[in-house]
Structures are given as C-alpha cells and as structure tokens.
C-alpha cells in the first residue's frame, strides 16, 4: 500500500500532528512522547488516528516513511 505524503485536496497535518509523527519517526514510543510533549498518552493515540484519517499510514514503518516525505515536501524537497 503506497503512502502518500500529501494527496490532492488531503488536509495538512496540524503542528501537533508533524511534532507527534517525527517521535514516532526517531523510534519513540507512546510513552515517551507523551512525556516529551507534556500530554497523555490516550492524546498521542488521537493525534496518530488523526494522521491516519489524513494520510494512508496503516503501519509504522508507513508513518515513518509518512514523516519523511511531510518533512522533505515541507523544506521545499531538498536533500539535507
């Protein structure tokens, strides 16, 4: 299943949503990002079915993958 880093007319992620996929992306868990974030861990679960109704991330390795297309595309698509 092809993740799509933003699809036409696909909402955007929320500044949360970007913040709580790049944890997940450095290996994270839900803990540990609830932590980081001063927020509970039922909320990083909301903020990850948030990214999934926006996006086609059904596993993790696709939210990775997710994370780094939404981070390239937001820097313009450049290398680093």
């Known amino acids: 299943m092809p993740v799509d880093s933003r699809p036409q007319n696909a909402p955007a992620l929320s500044h949360r949503e970007r913040q709580v996929l790049a944890h997940i992306a450095a290996g994270l868990s839900h803990k540990q990002?609830?932590?980081?974030?001063?927020?509970?861990?039922?909320?990083?679960?909301?903020y990850l079915r948030r990214i999934r109704s926006?996006?086609?991330?059904?596993t993790v390795a696709h939210l990775i993958h997710l994370?780094?297309?939404e981070d390239a595309a937001a820097s313009g698509g450049g290398t680093r």
Not at 54 to 58: F, L
């Open 67 to 69: 994370s780094l297309t």
């Open 54 to 58: 926006k996006r086609t991330a059904p």
């Open 33 to 46: 990002i609830a932590r980081r974030l001063g927020i509970s861990v039922h909320t990083v679960s909301t």
